[in-house]
C-alpha cells in the first residue's frame, strides 16, 4: 500500500519561506510522477507544481518562487516556497501518479500580509 505523508506547513509572513515535504513508503518514488496541488478555502483542488522524472512544471503565478524536487534516496518530494503570498495561502497535498494516483492527507499553509 502507497502511504504519502507531507508535512512542512505552517503560519508564515508574507515574503517568508517555507519546504514542504512530501515521503512515500509502499513504493519507490521513482516510479510515479509527483505533482503539488493546493486548494483554498472555498475553492477547489488544484495543480501548483509536478516533477517527471527530471522535467519540472510550476502554474505561472508561482514561477521563479517555488522550487519541487525529488530526492530518490530518502523517497520524499519536496516543494520549496519563497517570496510567499497571502494568496498562496491552502491545504497543498502531494500526490504520486502512475497506474494508480495516490494523495498525501494535506499540509496547511497560511501566508499572513
Known amino acids: 500500500q502507497v502511504r504519502l505523508v507531507e508535512s512542512g506547513g505552517g503560519l508564515v509572513e508574507a515574503g517568508g519561506s517555507l519546504r514542504l515535504s512530501c515521503e512515500v513508503s509502499?513504493?519507490?518514488?521513482?516510479?510515479?510522477?509527483m505533482g503539488w496541488y493546493r486548494q483554498a478555502p472555498g475553492e477547489g483542488r488544484a495543480f501548483v507544481a509536478g516533477?517527471?522524472?527530471?522535467?519540472?512544471y510550476y502554474i505561472d503565478s508561482v514561477k521563479g518562487r517555488f522550487t519541487v524536487s525529488v530526492d530518490t534516496a530518502k523517497n520524499t518530494a519536496y516543494l520549496q516556497m519563497n517570496n510567499l503570498k497571502p494568496e498562496d495561502t491552502a491545504v497543498y497535498y502531494c500526490?504520486?501518479?502512475?497506474?494508480?494516483?495516490?494523495w498525501g492527507q494535506g499540509t496547511q499553509v497560511t501566508v499572513s500580509s
Open positions: 500526490t504520486a501518479g502512475g497506474l494508480t494516483d495516490y
Open positions: 509502499g513504493g519507490s518514488i521513482s516510479n510515479y510522477r
Open positions: 516533477i517527471n522524472p527530471s522535467d519540472t
